[in-house]
């Protein structure tokens, strides 16, 4: 089984984002496939209304992580989960350079999923500048520890997504082997260090030429796409491409 996750980000309003979900809630997933939107929090509700009853899952893209109180402009993660969300995106790296998200905060979002019956998506992913200096273990490995430390989850109740931050938005893909290495390392990190079992997905400029080469990995469990997922005919390539990959 092999994830395919749509990360909407601040692209669509809810109008689009609504007529986007319509579009995806017609196409026949791919055998083995298991397909989640992530829509804009106030698209939240319009995309749940046109994907109820398809095979697509909702994810949610950030979430507080308090379950209530007076937290102005903030949403929870029990909030997410009464909307319908199974998932969250936690520590996404737009989140930490943009917003400011440290690793303790991803932590406690992370927490606060567990807590609220929502799978956290825990992103990691290096820098230009990690790459440049060789740290993109150091990187992973830091961002790892500080979220998965002191949290009690069995296997398999969260996912990592390795999302290289150079590879967003650039059009710059990390090579499917390369990827697929880093993939098995973090698996192999979560399960000396902490005794669990997670799936792996890849994220970063994937496109409907390059998705089957990441789908086909071993340790790649799944991608996580931006811009392409945005738009229907692209994601019924990208379908497509994994269809005929099979
Ligand atoms: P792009 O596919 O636009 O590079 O974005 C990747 C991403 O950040 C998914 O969360």
Known sequence: MKYFFANWKMYLTAAESRSAARSLAGFSLPEGIRAA????????????????????????????????????????????????????????????????????????????????????VVCVGESESDRKEDKRQYRLKKQLFQVFTGLNLPSGAALVAYEPVWAIGSGEPCAPADADDVAGWIKLELSQSFGLTAAVLYGGSVTPDNVAGYLEREAIDGVLSGSASTRPDSVAAMLAAVEGSG
């Open 37 to 120: 939107v992530f829509p804009n929090t106030l698209a939240f509700s319009a995309a749940a209304d046109e994907l109820g009853g398809s095979y697509w899952q909702l994810g949610a893209q950030n979430v507080d992580s308090t379950p209530q109180g007076a937290y102005t402009g903030a949403t929870s993660a029990l909030m997410f989960k009464e909307a319908g969300a199974v998932y969250a995106l936690v520590g996404h790296s737009e989140r930490r350079h943009i917003f400011g998200e440290t690793d303790e905060a991803a932590h406690n979002k992370t927490q606060a999923c567990l807590d609220a019956g929502l799978i956290p």
